[in-house]
Nanobody, 125 residues
Framework: VQLQAFGGGLVQAEDSLRLSCVAS????????VGWFRQVPGKEREFVAG????????RYADSVKGRFTISGDNAKNTVYLQMNSLKPEDTAVYYC???????????????????WGQGTQVTVSS
C-alpha cells in the first residue's frame, strides 16, 4: 500500500484546510485510515481515524468539533477537513492505514502499518 498525503499549507488562525490521503496498491486490506501529526521534539499523536467499511470515526479530544474525517472509497481517498485552525495545530500531518480489524479504531501509531510522507500544516496567529 502506498499513501500520499497532500493539502497542507500556511494559513492564519481560524482558517480552514482540507488534507487528502490517496491510497494505491493493495488497498483492500486497509480497513482503517488514521491521521496523525508530529511537531519536532514530540511524539507523533493521533488526530482522527475512520473505519472504511462502516464509516465509524474517532477523534482526539483536541480536534473534536473542529476536524472532520471522511472517506471516498471509490477514489481510495480519505479527507481531513480542518476548521477553526489554531497555532497549536501546526505540525506535519501523516496518514496511515491499519490492516487489522480491532473492535475500536486505534489511536496508537504502532498499530498502523503503512504511512504516507506527511504534509506540513502551519497556522499563524
Amino acid at each position: 500500500v502506498q499513501l500520499q498525503a497532500f493539502g497542507g499549507g500556511l494559513v492564519q488562525a481560524e482558517d480552514s484546510l482540507r488534507l487528502s490521503c490517496v491510497a494505491s496498491g493493495r488497498t483492500s486490506s486497509s480497513y482503517t485510515v488514521g491521521w496523525f501529526r508530529q511537531v519536532p521534539g514530540k511524539e507523533r499523536e493521533f488526530v482522527a481515524g475512520i473505519r472504511k467499511t462502516s464509516g465509524s470515526t474517532r477523534y482526539a479530544d483536541s480536534v473534536k468539533g473542529r476536524f472532520t474525517i471522511s472517506g471516498d472509497n471509490a477514489k481510495n481517498t480519505v479527507y481531513l477537513q480542518m476548521n477553526s485552525l489554531k497555532p497549536e495545530d501546526t505540525a506535519v500531518y501523516y496518514c496511515a492505514t491499519d490492516s487489522t480489524l480491532l473492535p475500536l479504531i486505534s489511536n496508537s501509531q504502532g498499530q498502523y502499518d503503512y504511512w504516507g510522507q506527511g504534509t506540513q500544516v502551519t497556522v499563524s496567529s
